[in-house]
């Protein structure tokens, strides 16, 4: 009877061919890793602009900040079940905002900061800058929230109903939105009337933020954003309809 010899008898070319395919396979998918991680940034955010922009009505909103309120911060905020926003990779089910123009995601509340550095853009991280000022809601306003859609296509859209610049007394009458889109994660911040010329605390910071130094920051003069500057001094009126696009 014959035996067949099952010793490896693989060729020194054979196994050296082998062990540079692996390791270019490997490297390959530590650069796709890296690369996702990198794209998860919001630093590599697309940016647009335009003049064009709609609010939403905000039929049947739910309030989050109250009239009369001078720096007042919500609670957190469950959304809608199967509604996950993804944002710099990711995934939140949850928000709050505050009087100040500023949503936080995630299981911790924003705080009632009022001071537009980059330093509290940090601590209240992961955020969203509408338009973070030192602001109040004054006489008749509040800050509300609605969601439109349905799955998988819901947006989670929050208005700011303010007094700019702040006046604690005044009557509430300058708006702006944040809409968070369901699967595209896509982030818009739009303005409405009422956004005036505001030096009275140095201008608002206007973008998205993960960190004190990982920022996607807009220039409401210009139009442009940066991701090595963080503008706190935005001071010039912004026309009704304006509004950016981070995708």
Not at 81 to 91: E, I, N, Q
Not at 109 to 123: H, L, Y
Not at 162 to 170: C, D, Q, S
Not at 171 to 186: I, P
Request: glycine share 10%.
């Amino acid at each position: 009877m014959n035996h067949k010899n099952y010793t490896n008898n693989t060729s020194p070319r054979c196994r050296t061919w082998g062990m540079k395919l692996l390791v270019s396979m490997m490297m390959v998918l530590f650069a796709a890793i890296n690369v996702t991680e990198v794209n998860a940034q919001v630093t590599a955010y697309g940016f647009s602009t335009g003049t064009t922009g709609t609010l939403d009505p905000m039929t049947g909103s739910t309030q989050l900040v109250a009239a009369s309120s001078d720096d007042g911060a919500s609670v957190v905020t469950a959304l809608p079940a199967g509604f996950t926003f993804t944002y710099a990779g990711t995934g939140y089910t949850q928000f709050s905002a505050n009087a100040n123009g500023l949503l936080r995601l995630g299981a911790t509340a924003v705080t009632t900061a009022f001071s537009n550095t980059a330093a509290n853009a940090g601590t209240n991280s992961p955020c969203i800058m509408a338009y973070f000022d030192d602001l109040a809601t004054g006489l008749g306003g509040k800050v509300h929230y609605v969601v439109t859609g349905s799955s998988p296509n819901r947006i989670l859209k929050v208005e700011w109903f303010v007094t700019v610049p702040r006046a604690t007394g005044g009557t509430a009458a300058s708006k702006f939105q944040v809409w968070l889109s369901e699967t595209s994660n896509t982030v818009q911040i739009i303005y409405g009337a009422g956004m005036n010329v505001n030096t009275l605390n140095s201008g608002a910071s206007v973008g998205l933020a993960t960190s004190s130094t990982v920022f996607n920051s807009v220039n409401t003069s210009t139009h442009v954003n940066s991701t090595s500057t963080f503008t706190t001094t935005n001071t010039v009126a912004i026309s009704s309809g304006r509004f950016y696009t981070f995708t």
